[in-house]
């Protein structure tokens, strides 16, 4: 069983900054993308950034020169480093991983974390 467990996330004024880390765990022999959306209240949940396999990253444009997005491939893991937060980015932060295959060959498509709380104060 594949599971994704994120950590971080918290209260932060405006301005300030926070990271959220995502380590994936269940025998995992590769991931395609790891990424991380996010879902205001009332609203889609969107993609904020996302990383491939090979360390090609892709930002959201509101994020775009705030968030750095980064992976350890040997931890299986993902990080989310904000900077410059501002209150619109207040919203429940998802982990995701796509195309992962396990060391027994069990294949899963798409997997999500429980997702963090982000909550920037003006």
């Known amino acids: 069983q594949v599971q994704l467990v994120e950590s971080g996330g918290g209260l932060v004024q405006a301005g300030g900054s926070l990271s959220v880390s995502c380590a994936a765990s269940?025998?995992?022999?590769?991931?395609?993308?790891m990424g991380w959306y996010r879902q205001a209240p009332g609203n889609q949940r969107e993609l904020v950034a996302s990383?491939?396999?090979?360390?090609?990253?892709n930002y959201a444009d509101p994020v775009k020169g705030r968030f750095t997005i980064s992976r350890d491939y040997a931890k299986n893991t993902v990080y989310l480093q904000m900077n410059n937060l501002k209150p619109e980015d207040t919203a429940v932060y998802y982990c995701?991983?796509?195309?992962?295959?396990?060391?027994?060959?069990?294949?899963?498509?798409?997997?999500w974390g429980q997702g963090t709380l982000v909550t920037v104060s003006s």
């Open positions: 995701n991983a796509d195309k992962i295959i396990t060391t027994r060959g069990n294949r899963y498509l798409e997997v």
């Open positions: 269940g025998s995992i022999w590769t991931i395609n993308i």
């Open positions: 990383i491939t396999s090979s360390g090609s990253a």
